[in-house]
Nanobody, 121 residues
């Protein structure tokens, strides 16, 4: 079992920045990688950024160049630095932990409670 707790959300003006944090506890050894999802009202949940156990990062095209995912293994924490925020970034952001399934695939099995990010004037 893994527990994930997000923090750092809030209200920010367009062009501003926020840093989200996700603290992991429990059986963190089972985590292969971490990701940040977001879900806006009336929209499907989408994967925004991901980082593998090897440090490889991937980003959705909509946030590439503006968001940065990073980790601090000593603190069992993953971060999402969000710069140049736009109103369309408004969503509930979820931290997720990925685990190996079988020998050829992965799935996000563990989820945080979500933190609200609102970008508005």
């Amino acid at each position: 079992q893994v527990q994930l707790v997000e923090s750092g959300g809030g209200l920010v003006q367009p062009g501003g920045s926020l840093r989200l944090s996700c603290a992991a506890s429990g059986r963190t050894f089972s985590i292969n990688g971490m990701g940040w999802y977001r879900q806006a009202p009336g929209k499907e949940r989408e994967l925004v950024a991901a980082i593998t156990s090897g440090g490889t990062t991937n980003y959705a095209d909509s946030v590439k160049g503006r968001f940065t995912i990073s980790r601090d293994n000593a603190k069992n924490t993953v971060y999402l630095q969000m710069n140049s925020l736009k109103p369309e970034d408004t969503a509930v952001y979820y931290c997720a932990g990925r685990v190996v399934v079988g020998s050829t695939s992965y799935e996000y099995r563990y989820w945080g409670q979500g933190t609200q990010v609102t970008v508005s004037s």
